[in-house]
């Protein structure tokens, strides 16, 4: 089970990992602490991907004092060359005494070969301290690497009663510059944005990570559904830093010239007359190690994801006025009719952001 210092120290290593949410995709956030004799004596986190994991920054900030030491790290040290040495190997090498880790990697490649590599080496290795909070920490990773799919989050903004736009399609803005500014976080922990050609028609989108000055991050992937190939090549997105991917269905060799021509990539995957198969969708964002999937869309394919049961979790931003009921909802979910048909929730978080509310959701089913 652990001891209070155990659960301490873990405590810090979490903190520690959590500095990374910006910096470290495709890989996971991982921190590290290193104490002996009572005392911290190395601590670190993983910053980037193809940079030092976490055991080795605090493995060099303890140097010798680490011999004999007990190391906490988030995630089960890795037991495989990869970018980088495995981390299972510099412990052994650095003389640690014993290993706690928050949570096994899910990883197949590791997957608890590493505790027992280091079992193998005389050191004490366990896991499953605060477990649950490392999980949490990295949902996209644990998801790509047990379900073989991202975690999909759906970013919502809604009026008190429960309207996305006018009936004329305006809806800028629903939610205040807090709110707003929190999208902008969430986008920038996230791999990929996720958007329908609706949404890139009617407004013209950015889709891109902007955050306080002096906070790097990594602009996320931005991914459009397109089944008949309308992105225009003159769409904002396109001048902006960061990527854009294009799934289609459609063939037409001019369109997607001419969109690559403008620096999208433009991907055919396969679906019906009118819709891409968003399963196939999932199956390429997770070849392209796509952890955290954003979702921003009209009420369409919000509906459609969450029928389909391929929504993890809502994030909705509730807005402080009344837009009518002429005005656009939330989602489209046509054939519920009967209260049994009811997509039920469970709320998760509660939370004031600036003068709206952020609610976050978990589906307890689909239709």
Same mark, same amino acid.
């Given at each position: $089970?652990?001891?209070?210092?155990?659960?301490?120290?873990? %405590?810090?290593?979490?903190?520690?990992?959590?500095?990374?949410?910006?910096?470290?995709?495709? !890989?996971?956030?991982?921190?590290?602490?290193?104490?002996?004799?009572?005392?911290?004596?190395?601590?670190?986190?993983?910053?980037?991907?193809?940079?030092?994991?976490?055991?080795?920054?605090?493995?060099?900030?303890?140097?010798?004092?680490?011999?004999?030491?007990?190391?906490?790290?988030?995630?089960?040290?890795?037991?495989?060359?990869?970018?980088?040495?495995?981390?299972?190997?510099?412990?052994?090498?650095?003389?640690?005494?014993?290993?706690?880790?928050?949570?096994?990697?899910?990883?197949?490649?590791?997957?608890?070969?590493?505790?027992?590599?280091?079992?193998?080496?005389?050191?004490?290795?366990?896991?499953?301290?605060?477990?649950?909070?490392?999980?949490? &920490?990295?949902?996209?990773?644990?998801?790509? $690497?047990?379900?073989?799919?991202?975690?999909?989050?759906?970013?919502?903004?809604?009026?008190?009663?429960?309207?996305? /736009?006018?009936?004329?399609?305006?809806?800028?803005?629903?939610?205040?510059? /807090? /709110?707003?500014?929190? *999208?902008?976080?969430?986008?920038?922990?996230?791999?990929?944005?996720?958007?329908?050609?609706?949404?890139?028609?009617?407004?013209?989108?950015?889709?891109?990570?902007?955050?306080?000055?002096?906070?790097?991050?990594?602009?996320?992937?931005?991914?459009?559904?397109?089944?008949?190939?309308? $992105?225009?090549?003159? %769409?904002?997105?396109?001048?902006?830093?960061?990527?854009?991917?294009?799934?289609?269905?459609?063939?037409?060799?001019?369109?997607?010239?001419?969109?690559?021509?403008?620096?999208?990539?433009?991907?055919?995957?396969?679906?019906?007359?009118?819709? &891409?198969?968003?399963?196939?969708?999932?199956?390429?964002?997770?070849?392209?190690?796509? !952890?955290?999937?954003?979702?921003?869309?009209?009420?369409?394919?919000?509906?459609?994801?969450?029928?389909?049961?391929?929504?993890?979790?809502?994030?909705?931003? &509730?807005?402080?006025?009344?837009?009518?009921?002429? %005005?656009?909802? &939330?989602?489209?979910?046509?054939?519920?009719? %009967?209260?049994?048909?009811?997509?039920?929730?469970?709320?998760?978080? *509660?939370?004031?952001?600036?003068?709206?509310?952020?609610?976050?959701?978990?589906?307890?089913? *689909?239709?």
């Amino acid at each position: $089970m652990g001891s209070s210092d155990d659960y301490r120290y873990m %405590a810090r290593a979490l903190r520690l990992a959590r500095l990374g949410l910006y910096t470290t995709d495709p !890989n996971p956030r991982v921190g590290c602490v290193i104490v002996r004799d009572g005392a911290v004596v190395g601590e670190g986190w993983h910053e980037r991907a193809g940079g030092p994991h976490a055991e080795i920054h605090a493995l060099r900030a303890a140097g010798e004092a680490a011999r004999g030491a007990t190391a906490y790290v988030t995630l089960e040290p890795c037991c495989h060359h990869g970018r980088t040495p495995p981390c299972s190997e510099a412990l052994i090498e650095a003389g640690v005494a014993r290993v706690v880790a928050a949570m096994e990697d899910p990883n197949p490649r590791v997957a608890g070969e590493g505790l027992a590599q280091l079992r193998a080496a005389g050191i004490e290795a366990e896991a499953g301290v605060l477990a649950a909070e490392a999980e949490a &920490l990295n949902p996209g990773f644990v998801s790509r $690497m047990r379900r073989g799919r991202p975690f999909v989050r759906c970013k919502l903004a809604m009026s008190l009663d429960g309207r996305t /736009a006018m009936a004329s399609g305006e809806s800028q803005w629903i939610t205040g510059d /807090a /709110a707003r500014a929190d *999208v902008h976080r969430l986008r920038a922990r996230s791999s990929a944005i996720l958007t329908g050609i609706g949404t890139v028609l009617a407004d013209d989108p950015s889709l891109n990570a902007r955050l306080e000055e002096g906070v790097g991050v990594k602009q996320p992937l931005r991914v459009v559904l397109d089944a008949h190939l309308a $992105m225009p090549p003159t %769409a904002r997105m396109l001048s902006l830093p960061g990527e854009t991917l294009v799934l289609t269905r459609a063939r037409e060799p001019a369109f997607r010239e001419a969109l690559e021509a403008a620096g999208a990539e433009v991907m055919r995957l396969p679906g019906s007359a009118d819709a &891409l198969d968003l399963n196939a969708v999932m199956d390429c964002l997770a070849e392209r190690e796509v !952890n955290e999937l954003l979702v921003e869309t009209g009420a369409v394919l919000a509906g459609t994801l969450l029928r389909a049961g391929l929504i993890d979790e809502l994030v909705v931003y &509730l807005a402080p006025h009344i837009m009518g009921d002429a %005005a656009r909802g &939330l989602f489209h979910l046509p054939g519920l009719e %009967a209260m049994q048909d009811r997509i039920g929730l469970e709320i998760r978080d *509660v939370r004031a952001v600036g003068r709206d509310w952020r609610i976050t959701a978990v589906p307890e089913r *689909v239709g």
